[in-house]
């Protein structure tokens, strides 16, 4: 996901402030940090089970998921490491007991959590909603704007972000004051997943861990797809994901450069935006969401809330129009998971794919 998206956004709205306190379900178990199979009896079972989803109606809302499991193991941290970070700076850590791990999505927190090291923690965005760091500071104002005085106040020892926060000067005020500032690639996405692991897990001295992390990521990806390859049909569900925020302006349709295709067509769906050529985002016009006309929206809760939920957003103009307004079809994804991917990826595709497919108590 570009950075360029977020800039956009950022100035529009104050950006997922709307789910600051997600409820969690109990978390999954993983022997050996690993998602267990579906037997095969189950898998036809809960196959044979589901509704069809083309005739599926009304808005489903996704429920959050548990904190990132810490990987198992012992990763003691061999510091001082000197990384040359994504915009090619080269940046010496010597300390890592105060980080700050700052991107709009919230993947950064929840990568570092994974890596055992959330206890580390001492500020977050918005877009954290982990429930351990619901008690520390929020260092973003109006959506994702970094606070300096704040974070400066919390004194970190490091900070890892990248460029969907900011402004750029904020970052490099915070250099100037000797801060070891790491900035990573703000792209998110299923191919994204294991370098962007394993250079948190560099940075904090534990490349090791890094190493695990991305293995048991890329198996849980792999076992959560094989099981949503079971429940999608023949014909893939026609979807489109929507971005909007409070009753203004702040609607738009998120094409293939912003993350939100990679998660549409994990669960087995057909992302129509890309279909239609948009790579970035567009207006959600009346035009543009007839000609896209999905029968099924994707959205952020938060977003969804802040518009005056179901009702407000049936009302923007085009909308109702659309297959997926006649049925009122729209699965909204916390936003803290929504374009996060990173270390619970599999977790995420599979809680959104049991909305999209009416999955019940699957395991």
Request: charged share 20%; hydrophobic share 40%; aromatic share 4%.
């Amino acid at each position: 996901m570009k950075s360029r998206f977020f800039i956009t956004i950022a100035g529009l709205c104050v950006a997922l402030a709307a789910c600051n306190t997600p409820t969690h379900p109990e978390a999954p178990s993983a022997a050996a940090d690993k998602t267990p199979d579906t037997t095969a009896t189950e898998t036809q079972k809960e196959k044979v089970s589901l509704p069809d989803p083309h005739t599926l109606t009304g808005l489903t809302v996704v429920e959050d998921i548990a904190d990132p499991k810490p990987i198992s193991g012992d990763f003691p941290a061999k510091l001082p490491v000197t990384i040359t970070d994504f915009e090619n700076n080269s940046v010496t850590i010597t300390d890592t007991s105060r980080i700050l791990a700052l991107d709009l999505t919230g993947t950064l927190s929840r990568t570092v959590i994974a890596l055992g090291h959330g206890d580390k923690l001492v500020g977050r965005t918005v877009s954290s909603t982990e429930t351990q760091l619901a008690d520390i500071p929020v260092v973003t104002e109006n959506g994702h704007t970094l606070n300096v005085e704040a974070i400066l106040s919390l004194k970190p020892t490091v900070i890892i972000a990248d460029r969907s926060v900011g402004p750029p000067e904020a970052l490099d005020q915070l250099r100037a004051a000797g801060i070891p500032v790491v900035l990573v690639d703000p792209q998110r996405g299923l191919e994204h997943n294991s370098p962007l692991i394993k250079t948190v897990a560099t940075v904090l001295g534990i490349p090791a861990a890094g190493d695990a992390l991305a293995a048991r990521t890329q198996e849980e990806t792999d076992a959560a797809i094989a099981q949503i390859k079971q429940w999608a049909p023949e014909q893939p569900i026609e979807a489109a994901f929507l971005y909007v925020r409070g009753t203004g302006g702040v609607f738009f349709i998120l094409g293939s450069d912003e993350g939100a295709t990679a998660l549409i067509r994990s669960v087995g769906a057909k992302d129509l935006a890309t279909e239609n050529g948009i790579t970035g985002v567009t207006p959600a016009n009346a035009e543009a969401l007839v000609a896209l006309n999905p029968e099924v929206i994707f959205t952020m809760s938060g977003g969804l809330e802040s518009t005056e939920g179901l009702e407000g957003l049936m009302a923007r103009p085009g909308v109702s129009q659309t297959r997926a307004g006649k049925t009122q079809r729209v699965i909204a994804i916390p936003d803290g998971l929504s374009l996060s991917f990173g270390p619970q990826t599999g977790e995420t595709l599979l809680a959104v794919a049991k909305a999209l497919y009416g999955v019940k108590d699957a395991k």
